[in-house]
Nanobody, 125 residues
């Protein structure tokens, strides 16, 4: 069974930091580009970062310079270090895999199903 288990969210003050973790199973993680997207209530999904199988990274303009994505294929894990958090970062964050649903920074469409429960990030001003 395919699973993406997210953790590490919580509440933070603006300017603070959080580190999200995702543990994947049920598919070849090392063969997939991985990413993180978020969805705030009533909003569309926004993909914020992608890390390719060879470690190249991409970021949405809204998080560039503040967030860092990384992966550990031995642990089947993907991480998102979130620094200098802003209230507009508040959302539920989900781990994503290109093998499950295409990853595109521009025009990302919410996947047809969730493979994990997501993790809530709340940033107060």
């Amino acid at each position: 069974e395919v699973q993406l288990v997210e953790s590490g969210g919580g509440s933070a003050q603006a300017g603070g930091s959080l580190r999200l973790s995702c543990t994947a199973s049920g598919f070849r993680v090392d063969a997939s580009d991985m990413g993180w997207y978020h969805q705030a209530p009533g909003n569309e999904c926004q993909l914020v970062s992608i890390i390719s199988t060879d470690g190249r990274t991409q970021y949405a303009d809204s998080v560039k310079g503040r967030f860092t994505i990384s992966r550990d294929d031995a642990k089947k894990a993907v991480y998102l270090q979130m620094n200098n958090l802003k209230p507009e970062d508040t959302a539920v964050y989900y781990c994503a895999a290109d093998l499950l649903w295409p990853l595109r920074l521009a025009g990302y469409v919410c996947p047809p199903r969730r493979w994990g429960q997501g993790t809530q990030v709340t940033v107060s001003s």
